[in-house]
Nanobody
C-alpha cells in the first residue's frame, strides 16, 4: 500500500507564506489527479486545490489568487504554495492522489496562521 508523505506545515503569522509538499513512498502509476484538502476543527474536509494529469487546476474560491498548486510528474510529487495566509486558513491539510483504481490520502499536516 503506497503512502503519501507530507511536509511543510507549521506556524506562520498572517500574511506569511508556507509551501506544502507531498510525495508517494514508492512510484505510483496511472495518476489521474492530485490535490490538497483541509479540515478545520468542527468543519468538514474541503477541497483546497487540485491538479489533473493534463495540468488543469481547480481552486476553492477562498484561496484563489493566494494559493498555487503544482506537480512534478516524474516524481508524482505535488506542491501547494500558500501566500498571504489568513487565520481562517488554519487547518489540517491533507494530500490526495487519485487514479483509476485507487484513492490515497496522506496523514495530514497542521497549518496554523496566527493573527
Amino acid at each position: 500500500q503506497v503512502q503519501l508523505v507530507e511536509s511543510g506545515g507549521g506556524v506562520v503569522q498572517a500574511g506569511g507564506s508556507l509551501r506544502l509538499s507531498c510525495a508517494p513512498s514508492r512510484t505510483i502509476f496511472s495518476v489521474r489527479a492530485m490535490g490538497w484538502y483541509r479540515q478545520a476543527p468542527g468543519n468538514q474536509r474541503e477541497l483546497v486545490a487540485a491538479i489533473a494529469i493534463g495540468g488543469t487546476t481547480n481552486y476553492a474560491d477562498s484561496v484563489k489568487g493566494r494559493f498555487t498548486i503544482s506537480r512534478d510528474n516524474g516524481k508524482n510529487t505535488v506542491y501547494l504554495q500558500m501566500n498571504s495566509l489568513k487565520p481562517e486558513d488554519t487547518a489540517v491539510y491533507y494530500c490526495n492522489v487519485r487514479g483509476s483504481t485507487y484513492n490515497v490520502w496522506g496523514q495530514g499536516t497542521q497549518v496554523t496562521v496566527s493573527s
